[in-house]
């Protein structure tokens, strides 16, 4: 073990949601686990912050 080298220090995020506080951060390569209700408002603030992606459309 004392031959492989310490990994890059983590670059991480708060998702935004202010009912969550600091009990949750996000990172590359990382696992989230959400219920319901945090995929809900996750979904709400992709909506409200990735406009430009607009809805989904069937590709011909």
């Known amino acids: 073990m004392s031959d492989l080298p310490d990994p890059p220090p983590m670059t991480i995020w708060s ?6 506080g600091h009990r949750c951060k ?7 686990v959400m219920t319901d209700r945090e995929i809900a408002d ?5 909506n409200e912050h990735y406009l ?6 069937p590709v011909a």
């Open 15 to 20: 998702p935004g949601f202010n009912s969550w």
């Open 26 to 32: 996000l990172a590359a390569g990382t696992l989230s």
């Open 42 to 46: 996750a979904d709400r603030w992709i």
């Open 52 to 57: 430009f992606m607009g809805p989904s459309r």
